[in-house]
């Protein structure tokens, strides 16, 4: 099996991972029109450095993003999962929970001992993987998208309190070849909220 390398984005990746976003819209996650393949991925309010990509055998196969949810200091300790997709090709090989693990370490090594993500309740196989990874629903907002004829719920889950960075010791590295993870679902479509084409953390894509 192909070896998962997860590492930090570089603006040398904007083209394929607009090639994902477009490649990997769907209903089942996204609140967003298609995204519009000629629009960048990165901008001043969604630089490299929230992203982490996935690369199997050197091609870009998946992204996460992390931001803080808020700018107030007293909401640093969170960390809010704001995208999350997995090409088509690159499905079925635990790459969606590969890439949220380093989000989790991640945001353990920023400090954060809260991480908190957004999911459209439809998204049963999304919603499976996140529980799986210890998130629970923390609040639903009932029937707030109309997509497609049908009203979907807004479903708020979080980790519960406590460290991260779940490494068992070992030290955290972005860059450390990972294999494939052993079972799990590359969150159904592949894709969790994305926020770059809206203001929430709902956009073309979600968790």
Known sequence: MSDVMVRPATYADEADLVRIDVRTWSALHAV???P?????????????????????????????RIVSPTPLPCNAHV???????????????GIARRLMDEALREAGRQGAIRMTLRVLGHNAPARRLYESMGFTVEGVLPGEFLLQGAYVDDVLMGRPRGPLCRAAGAACHLTA???AAPGGADA????????????????????
């Open 177 to 179: 070849p990972l294999g």
């Open 79 to 93: 960390r809010q999962i704001q995208g999350l997709a997995v090409d088509t090709w690159a499905r079925g090989r």
């Open 36 to 64: 519009d393949p000629g629009k960048p991925f990165f901008d001043e309010r969604h630089p490299p450095d929230e992203i982490l990509v996935a690369q199997v055998d050197g091609q870009l196969a998946g992204y996460v």
């Open 32 to 34: 967003q029109p298609p």
């Open 188 to 207: 159904a479509s592949g894709r969790v909220p994305v926020s770059r084409n809206g203001p929430t953390a709902w956009g073309n894509g979600p968790p």
